[in-house]
């Protein structure tokens, strides 16, 4: 079966369809901040309730099931055609993927987590602020931002990989969908998963977005007694808006890589001081027993639920929250991923997506988080566990005042998260631009802007309809109907590697083709979808080849 050509409008409606809807959103929460809350706290609590089950199950799936591709024969795979060769270095890949899975969400949990289980022990597996809840509270934090999340992206950006730049397709989460769907994706179905895509994409973006502006209002604030009121907020939300909507305006090889680099540099810069100047054994300590508590307490952490005193408290606040977050942005870092990764084969990409970033991930909770914690032990830094509780943002700025330089740490504190924010929302306008407009890879500058505006339109309305709390009941909201994609996609891509690639997809060879096929691992052992006319489409060295673009004028992209 042949791809088939979709229609002019198909790149439209979901452009428009999205982009109202979007809108609605924004226009809801500013006409009617109560009205918003009211309904989206009981859609929250509904969710968390009864489906924290599902979200369990469905993160240990993805994992399971990235491991399994990159261990097994599919990991050979490369993701491109036979001479692909990847466009950037691994450093930049590196840091481009990690700041657009993490960004700055690392910086403003990595050491209020700890600290706030230190004081509400999960499950109660520990008396509060014992050494015993200091062990659950580095454990917990390990669980929530080491494998699962990275699986969870990796599972979208490696069968939007394989699909876009081995098979030809547009680079849409529907086109996943073709063995199933076959040219009902290029239709109303299709259409229906890419505005549920883009949907995910603004809501996970915009948490993102919320969040690092709580935390850069209260750097100030902590910094130089700049008032944490939400019209700052706000403020710092727009003026950040105008710098990273002037990113937009370049190329992703100049402006997310060159933002990508910096923050990636100054971050190990501050990773290194701190293991320096703080604690250092201690850290050290936190980082080996943490590891240790983590892997052998990973199977029983990743399916806690208390069935029969279940809290939905903390589930909705910590676990649930986060699974559903990443699941939401999912798309977002998936297809970005995608988009850098031609070239890479199965088993490199889950190596640098899943296992690389998780090790990075649990350093810097070791050095920061572990830190915070021997501060909160001894009363060096007064009650910082309670302060932090209280109001997470302010959390690394209270730390840092307990140490050589403060002034000059905040300072470079602040333009690392805003680094971060800058890049991560550049990077997202990519991604709706290209989601909204048919898989176009390179959305006309006024749709990137256009999708800008609308982020932080959406940001604002969930910091003023409920601060913290407001953006974590969006994320699990957006989060619950992507997760059912999301296992749909494991169950199409895995259909589609076995297939093509499978025991029953090989056919005998003589002597000298196998050794070929060794050599060149990446080689296909079916044919393109489409044929030749596909595995002729040039490469433009920026993103995945979109099969059809030419023959497609949206008048979007």
Not at 170 to 189: C, E, H
Not at 242 to 259: D, Y
Not at 445 to 458: C, D, I, K, P
Not at 513 to 526: F, Y
Request: aromatic share 12%; proline share 5%.
């Amino acid at each position: 079966m042949s791809i088939s050509r979709s229609t002019p409008t198909t790149g439209r409606s979901v452009f428009a369809i999205s982009i109202a809807l979007s809108a609605l959103v924004v226009l809801w929460g500013a006409v009617s901040p109560a009205s918003f809350d009211a309904v989206t706290t009981r859609l929250f609590n509904l969710i968390v309730a009864d489906l924290s089950w599902f979200f369990m199950i469905a993160a240990n799936l993805f994992l399971v099931f990235v491991i399994y591709l990159g261990l097994s024969r599919y990991g050979r795979i490369k993701l491109g055609k036979k001479d692909d060769k990847p466009d950037f270095g691994r450093p930049s890949w590196f840091a481009m993927m990690f700041q657009a899975g993490m960004g700055p969400a690392i910086i403003f949990w990595g050491l209020a987590e700890p600290l706030s289980h230190y004081v509400n022990v999960p499950f109660g597996l520990a008396a509060p602020r014992s050494d015993e809840a200091a062990g659950v509270a580095i454990q917990y934090s390990f669980f929530h931002w080491a494998l699962h999340p990275w699986a969870i992206y990796a599972v979208a950006g490696l069968a939007v990989a394989y699909f876009s730049h081995r098979k030809g397709e547009r680079g849409l989460l529907s086109a996943i969908f073709r063995p199933f769907l076959g040219d009902k994706v290029d239709g109303p179905l299709g259409k229906t998963i890419d505005t549920l895509a883009v949907l995910a994409v603004v809501f996970g973006i915009a948490v993102a977005l919320g969040q690092a502006g709580l935390q850069i209002t209260a750097g100030l604030g902590e910094t130089f007694g700049v008032p944490n009121t939400v019209f700052v907020q706000l403020v710092v939300l727009g003026l950040t808006t105008l710098a990273f909507m002037a990113s937009a305006t370049t190329k992703i090889e100049h402006g997310i890589k060159w933002l990508s680099n910096i923050s990636m540099l100054i971050a190990p810069l501050l990773l290194v001081f701190y293991f320096l100047v703080g604690p250092t054994a201690t850290q050290l300590n936190v980082l080996t027993e943490g590891t240790g508590n983590y892997l052998a307490n990973l199977l029983p952490m990743s399916f806690r639920l208390d069935a029969f005193d279940f809290n939905t408290e903390w589930m909705g606040s910590w676990t649930v929250f986060y699974w559903s977050w990443w699941i939401a942005w999912a798309p977002y870092v998936g297809l970005f991923m995608a988009r850098i990764s031609r070239g890479r084969t199965i088993r490199e990409f889950v190596a640098a997506t899943v296992l690389v970033p998780s090790v990075v991930s649990m350093i810097w909770i070791a050095v920061f988080g572990g830190a915070a914690l021997q501060l909160a032990r001894s009363g060096m830094a007064g009650d910082i566990a309670r302060t932090v509780e209280q109001s997470p943002a302010a959390g690394m700025f209270v730390f840092i005042q307990e140490y050589p330089l403060p002034l000059a740490l905040s300072i470079i504190t602040l333009i690392v998260l805003w680094v971060f924010f800058v890049a991560g929302a550049d990077a997202g306008t990519v991604v709706l631009g290209e989601l909204s407009t048919g898989g176009q890879p390179n959305p006309k500058t006024w749709v990137r802007l256009l999708w800008g505006l609308l982020l932080a339109g959406v940001a604002a309305v969930l910091l003023v309809s409920g601060g913290l709390g407001g953006l974590q009941k969006a994320s699990v909201l957006t989060g619950t109907p992507f997760a059912i994609i999301l296992v749909a996609i494991c169950v199409s891509f895995y259909k589609t590697l076995r297939k093509e690639h499978g025991p029953s997809a090989e056919e005998p060879r003589s002597d000298s083709e196998q050794r070929g096929s060794e050599q060149d691992p990446g080689a296909t052992s079916a044919p393109l979808r489409g044929g030749g006319k596909h595995a002729e489409l040039p490469r433009d060295g920026s993103g995945p080849a979109a099969a059809g673009a030419t023959d497609r004028s949206d008048g979007l992209a």
